[in-house]
């Protein structure tokens, strides 16, 4: 998958089938837009170009949401489904000021060339968010492209939407949050060298540091870890560790009967049951009994 970062950096595309979007999670609703725009390109043997935003229009205005995916696990999980170009908007000020009008025919005519457009039933565009499927509609005869709606995918009869998933995750419903998503909620990373001192008191861990401003869970987990191919079974800790002082979200995962060097390695960190908030202790003797507990609850959650 190509990936294109801002509108400057387009030459050459004659003609594209485009959905539009943040796409947080690529949750399963996500899938279902992405797919029949994946179908018609097809169709009309011309690419799937998918445009995100970075930041996101909330983050612009200073209404930032937790994030389901980084914007590499968001290229990635892209890719896997068969878009050909991933074009990465700067939201900033100027683009922010774009008419609804300009938009559609600055952008998505003159230098998007596009020829078939999927929407969610819900998405808008243009300053004041005054665009929408009835304009795109109105310019479609006029500009010579198809537009289509893709209506709310359901799920026990309820719209899915990264805001009920992000509810959910907080709520510590993995299984109904997976369901949503289609997948485990996981977070990736390269492992990092962290201050070394879960070592000090018998309990080694992996750090894998935090691609997004806001993470949307926080807390003690019990996870999967899949490093080189090969999966383990984990405790974690997602937050700023109070008890050290800690100052920036990291997620450091004890890794049950782990040994191998991971510095620098790609780690999948999947979240199964949360077993507690995380907490500030006064000592680090209290912190090191209560990683006992969670570790007893975790295996205990695995069985093992």
Request: hydrophobic residues 30%.
């Given at each position: 998958m190509e990936i294109i970062r801002g509108l400057h950096n387009l030459s050459g595309l004659k003609g594209c089938v485009i959905t539009i979007g943040n796409f947080d999670g690529v949750h399963l609703g996500h899938q279902s837009i992405i797919l029949r725009a994946l179908e018609v390109s097809k169709s009309l043997n011309i690419p799937l170009l998918v445009m995100s935003f970075l930041p996101t229009p909330q983050a612009f205005f200073n209404k930032p949401k937790p994030s389901l995916s980084s914007f590499k696990e968001k290229h990635l999980m892209l890719e896997k489904i068969g878009v050909d170009k991933h074009l990465i908007v700067n939201f900033n000020l100027s683009f922010s000021e774009i008419t609804a009008e300009d938009f559609i025919n600055k952008i998505l005519v003159n230098r998007l060339n596009i020829r078939h457009c999927i929407i969610g039933d819900d998405f808008r565009f243009g300053k004041n968010r005054k665009g929408g499927l009835k304009m795109?509609?109105?310019?479609?005869?006029?500009?010579?492209?198809?537009?289509?709606?893709?209506?709310?995918?359901?799920?026990?009869?309820?719209?899915?939407?990264s805001s009920k998933i992000r509810r959910l995750l907080a709520s510590g419903d993995f299984l109904q949050a997976s369901k949503l998503l289609g997948r485990k909620f996981s977070i990736e990373g390269k492992?990092?060298?962290?201050?070394?001192?879960?070592?000090?008191?018998?309990f080694p861990t992996i750090n894998v540091p935090i691609?997004?401003?806001?993470?949307?869970?926080?807390?003690?987990?019990?996870?999967?870890?899949?490093i080189d191919g090969q999966s383990h079974y984990g405790v974690c800790n997602l937050g700023k560790r109070p008890t050290i002082g800690g100052e920036h979200t990291l997620l450091e995962v004890y890794v049950f009967n782990f040994s191998k060097e991971a510095y620098g390695k790609d780690a999948k960190v999947i979240f199964n049951s949360k077993i507690r908030d995380e907490k500030k202790f006064e000592s680090f003797a209290d912190l090191k009994t209560q990683i006992e507990l969670d570790t007893k609850k975790a295996r205990d959650y695995f069985g093992i």
């Open positions: 795109l509609e109105s310019c479609s005869s006029k500009h010579q492209f198809a537009t289509e709606s893709s209506s709310s995918i359901l799920y026990n009869q309820k719209r899915i939407s492992v990092i060298h962290g201050n070394k001192k879960g070592r000090t008191i018998g691609k997004r401003k806001i993470s949307p869970i926080l807390g003690v987990f019990a996870v999967t870890v899949e």
